[in-house]
C-alpha cells in the first residue's frame, strides 16, 4: 500500500472516546505515527508498539515531540535507546509504529481490544507488510498474531520486570537479528 493512502486511512481513523492527531493539532504528512519523525527507516526493522502517548501529554510536550516524535526522558525511550546503541544501530536505522493510531484521553487508560484490532487492521497492518517485524510487549504481540503478522515478541520497553539494561539487550539481540537480515538482502 502507498504511503499516501496509508496516511489518509490513519486521518479517517476515527472512534469513539479517543482523539485524532488532527483534534489535537498534531498531524503530519510525512509519516503515519509520529514516532517516524527520526525512525523511519524504509527497510530496517519494523517495531510495533502498543499506542503512542496520550491526548494531554501531547498538548504538554508539543514542542519536543515535532523535533523528534518521541518523549526521550520517558522509560520506554530511555530503554530503546540503549537498545539500539547495544544493537549498533540509531533511530533512523529502524522503523517504529503502534497498534493503535488514536490518543486516549488520560495517560495509560485501557484501550478495548476491538479497538485495538480496528486501528490495527485499518493501518497498522497495512503500513507493516513484507517487514521484519519486532513486537514490542504482549499487547503488541497479540494484535500482531490476531492479524496474521509474524513477529518477534520482546518484553515491553516500559515493562517492571529487569533492569533497563535488562531489557535493552533483550530488545538490542531482536534488532541485532533482524538487521541481520536486511543486511544480507542488501548484499
Keep these: 500500500m502507498k504511503f499516501a493512502e496509508l496516511l489518509q486511512r490513519r486521518r479517517q481513523l476515527s472512534l469513539p472516546g479517543y482523539k485524532t492527531l488532527a483534534d489535537v493539532g498534531f498531524d503530519g504528512d510525512n509519516w503515519i505515527s509520529p514516532y517516524q519523525t527520526i525512525s523511519n527507516s524504509k527497510t530496517g526493522p519494523v517495531l510495533v508498539a502498543y499506542n503512542w502517548l496520550d491526548a494531554p501529554s501531547v498538548l504538554q510536550h508539543r514542542q519536543i515531540l515535532a523535533k523528534l516524535g518521541y518523549l526521550p526522558g520517558i522509560p520506554f525511550n530511555q530503554v530503546m535507546d540503549l537498545a539500539l546503541e547495544y544493537a549498533g544501530l540509531s533511530r533512523p536505522d529502524i522503523y517504529v509504529t503502534q497498534a493503535f493510531h488514536l490518543l486516549p484521553t488520560t495517560r495509560s487508560e485501557g484501550i478495548?481490544?476491538?479497538?485495538?484490532?480496528?486501528?490495527?487492521?485499518?493501518?497498522?497492518?497495512?503500513?507493516?507488510?513484507?517487514?521484519?517485524?519486532?513486537?514490542?510487549?504482549?499487547?503488541?504481540?497479540?494484535?500482531?498474531?490476531?492479524?496474521?503478522?509474524?513477529?518477534?515478541?520482546?518484553?515491553?520497553?516500559?515493562?517492571?520486570?529487569?533492569?533497563?539494561?535488562?531489557?535493552?539487550?533483550?530488545?538490542?539481540?531482536?534488532?541485532?537479528?533482524?538487521?541481520?537480515?536486511?543486511?544480507?538482502?542488501?548484499?
Design 112 to 187: 478495548p481490544q476491538r479497538y485495538v484490532d480496528y486501528s490495527f487492521e485499518h493501518v497498522t497492518r497495512h503500513e507493516i507488510e513484507n517487514r521484519k517485524v519486532i513486537a514490542l510487549g504482549t499487547a503488541a504481540m497479540a494484535a500482531c498474531r490476531r492479524h496474521g503478522v509474524k513477529a518477534t515478541e520482546v518484553c515491553h520497553p516500559s515493562s517492571r520486570t529487569g533492569s533497563y539494561q535488562d531489557r535493552a539487550k533483550v530488545i538490542g539481540d531482536a534488532l541485532k537479528d533482524a538487521n541481520k537480515v536486511y543486511i544480507k538482502v542488501t548484499l
